[in-house]
C-alpha cells in the first residue's frame, strides 16, 4: 500500500511516501523537505510533485500519515488541512502520529521512556510512553514545567531532540538520550502501525494535538499503569 506522510509541525518540514507492507514493514520512497514559512504555498505542489516523479497520481494514494502535535499552530493546521482534503476526496484512511512518539521510538531506550520538547516560556511538551520493539504506548502526553520533569523522570529516560533541553536535562542529572528530529519517513511507519491495528480517523475526526497544561504531572490510566 502507499502510504503518504506528512509533517508541518515545526519550522521545517517534510513529506515522504511508502510502500507498507502487511508484515508492517515500509519501504520509504522518497522524502522531500519543506521550508519553513512556506507551508501554504508548498504543500500541495510538493505532493504532486513527488507523485509524478514516481509514476502516481493521488488516486494511487492507499492512506495518510500526519503529525497531529505538538507543534507550530499555523504549520499543524495547513499539514492537517491537506491532508484532510485529500483523504476526504479519496476516501481514504488517516492515521495520527504525535511528535513525542516518534521521538520516544527515535532512541534507543526501551521500558518507561519520556519523550520531551522544549515549549518556550520555561515549559516541556512530554510525552509518557512504554518503548518495546519499535513499538510506543502512550500513558500521558502533558504540557509541564521544566522543574515537573525533573520530578517525573526519577526512573525514566528522557528522549529528545532539542539540544539545548538535552544539555540542561544533563546540567539537572537526569538520564538523557539526545536523538535526531524525526522527519516523515518515521510518521509514515509509525501511521502504518496504526493503520494495521485499526487506529485510524475520518476526515471528519481530524484535529490538531496541541496538548494543554494539565494540574497533574502525570494523569494514570484506568489500568493503574
Not at 32 to 39: M, R, V
Not at 104 to 115: F, L, M
Not at 164 to 174: E, K, M
Request: net charge negative.
Amino acid at each position: 500500500m502507499l502510504i503518504l506522510a506528512a509533517d508541518t509541525s515545526g519550522r521545517h518540514g517534510s513529506i515522504a511516501l511508502a510502500q507498507c507492507n502487511p508484515d508492517s514493514s515500509c519501504e520509504v520512497i522518497e522524502i522531500a523537505a519543506l521550508e519553513g514559512g512556506t507551508f501554504s504555498a508548498q504543500l500541495v505542489p510538493q505532493v504532486s510533485a513527488l507523485l509524478a516523479k514516481h509514476g502516481f497520481t493521488k488516486g494511487h494514494i492507499d492512506g495518510f500519515a500526519v503529525v497531529a502535535g505538538p507543534g507550530s499552530f499555523t504549520g499543524l493546521r495547513i499539514g492537517l488541512a491537506v491532508i484532510k482534503g485529500l483523504a476526504e476526496v479519496l476516501a481514504k484512511p488517516i492515521a495520527t502520529v504525535s511528535l513525542l512518539q516518534a521521538i520516544a521510538v527515535a532512541g534507543q531506550s526501551e521500558g518507561k521512556v519520556i519523550a520531551a520538547l522544549d515549549a518556550g516560556r520555561g515549559e516541556v511538551y512530554a510525552g509518557e510512553y512504554e518503548v518495546n520493539q519499535g513499538a510506543a504506548n502512550l500513558t500521558a502526553e502533558r504540557l509541564i514545567t521544566r522543574s515537573e520533569l525533573i520530578q517525573a523522570t526519577a526512573s525514566s529516560v528522557v528522549v529528545t531532540a532539542d539540544q539545548s533541553l538535552a544539555a540542561w536535562g544533563r546540567a539537572q542529572g537526569l538520564r538523557v538520550e539526545e536523538v535526531e528530529l524525526p522527519r516523515s519517513d518515521a510518521i509514515a511507519r509509525l501511521g502504518w502501525r496504526k493503520i494495521l491495528a485499526g487506529e485510524m480517523l475520518s476526515s471528519a475526526e481530524l484535529d490538531a494535538n496541541y496538548i494543554r497544561r494539565s494540574s497533574e504531572i502525570f494523569a494514570k490510566d484506568n489500568s493503574g499503569h
